[in-house]
């Protein structure tokens, strides 16, 4: 089992529409949690950040995460064309030391908002 | 502020060679991970350097490298290239604020051809 996964894409929805990204980690030990979006040729950029259960809203992104499933979702309301990327969870494994940790990311959900 | 920089932007080796990447973490961040981008393994983490320290390591062969420097800039070596080693090489810094979230600002990347 993968430590990270994603529901496979792409994700394809029209402009306006919701788009509801999917993540799983298998390490019940993973204290943060994060979404990063990343076009084609250019570095992953941080848009979300979620570290307890529940929601969390920032703009037309919510976050939601369930430490008891293990489950991390995105939410973008009223998807925009410019929203077109492939969207990666990270999982933060505690280190060695419990302090900084490594990232594991899931292979990506590529989203496609049509006009 | 300046963001995470990362010299140079391209790169083309050929087998056996061996390559130094650079890393520059936004200004006052401390802790520098490396991270290799491939289209079928996806974003794997290498190590995370803390105060010129390794603090956490991935699962990478020897080959793979790195160390800190005193102002935290960090470098990245591989030996002995081989052609799997040609993937997108990204740079992410924290500050100690931070770290103890991982949350992570990720550079531009190095994008290495071993031909």
């Known amino acids: 089992q993968k430590e990270v996964e994603q529901n496979s894409g792409p994700l394809s929805v029209p402009e306006g529409a919701i788009a509801s990204l999917n993540c799983t980690y298998s390490?019940?030990?993973?204290?943060?949690f994060f979404w990063y979006r990343q076009y084609s040729g250019k570095s992953p950029e941080l848009i979300m950040s979620?570290?307890?259960?529940g929601d969390k809203e920032d703009g037309r992104f919510t976050a939601q995460l369930n430490k008891a499933s293990q489950y991390v979702s995105l939410l973008i309301r009223d998807s925009q064309p410019s929203d077109s990327a492939t969207y990666l969870c990270?999982?933060?494994?505690?280190?060695?030391?419990?302090?900084?940790?490594?990232?594991?990311f899931g292979q990506g959900t590529e989203l496609s908002v049509k006009p | 502020k300046a963001g995470v920089t990362q010299t140079p932007r391209y790169l083309i080796k050929t087998r056996g060679q061996q390559v130094t990447l650079s890393c520059s973490p936004i200004?006052?961040?401390?802790?520098v991970s490396w991270y290799q981008q491939t289209p079928g393994q996806g974003l794997q983490f290498l190590f995370e350097?803390?105060?010129?320290?390794?603090?956490n390591k991935g699962n990478f062969p020897g080959r793979f490298s790195g160390r800190q420097f005193s102002n935290s800039r960090s470098e990245m070596n591989v030996s002995t290239l081989e052609l799997g080693d040609s993937a997108l090489y990204l740079c992410?810094?924290?500050?100690?604020?931070?770290?103890?979230?991982?949350?992570?600002?990720f550079g531009a990347g190095t994008r290495l051809s071993v031909l």
């Open positions: 992410a810094s924290s500050s100690d604020r931070t770290v103890a979230k991982n949350i992570q600002y």
């Open positions: 390490d019940r030990g993973s204290q943060s």
């Open positions: 979620i570290y307890s259960n």
């Open positions: 990270a999982v933060n494994l505690k280190g060695v030391y419990n302090q900084g940790g490594k990232l594991i």
């Open positions: 200004s006052g961040h401390r802790s």
């Open positions: 350097y803390f105060s010129e320290t390794q603090r």
